[in-house]
């Protein structure tokens, strides 16, 4: 059984910070694309932002100029840097790593952009 093991989520006022991280198994981490997902109650799970093993970056519409994804190759790790918080940033953010038909899941962590 493959673990993506998150830490970093929590609960921080609108405009605020916080870092995610992520950390795999390395015959995971060099190969698969991976990426930060959210679901927000209510809603399906979406993209946030992915990096590919090369460094190639896909960020959604909604958290540009905002989120910075970034991996450790040295680590294994892939970090999400969340910078000015919304409101609607609101999730719980979960980490993934694909490569063609294989797919993992971290256990997901909650963050919350609340006064």
């Known amino acids: 059984q493959v673990q993506l093991v998150e830490s970093g989520g929590g609960l921080v006022q609108p405009g605020g910070s916080l870092r995610l991280s992520c950390a795999a198994p390395?015959?995971?981490?060099?190969?698969?694309?991976m990426g930060w997902y959210r679901q927000a109650p209510g809603k399906q799970r979406e993209l946030v932002a992915d990096?590919?093993?090369?460094?190639?970056?896909n960020y959604a519409n909604s958290v540009k100029g905002r989120f910075t994804i970034s991996r450790d190759n040295a680590q294994n790790t892939v970090y999400l840097q969340m910078n000015s918080l919304k409101p609607e940033d609101t999730a719980v953010y979960y980490c993934?790593?694909?490569?063609?038909?294989?797919?993992?899941w971290g256990q997901g962590t909650q963050v919350t952009a609340s006064s």
């Open positions: 993934n790593g694909r490569l063609g038909p294989y797919e993992f």
């Open positions: 990096i590919t093993s090369r460094g190639n970056i």
């Open positions: 390395r015959r995971i981490f060099s190969t698969y694309v």
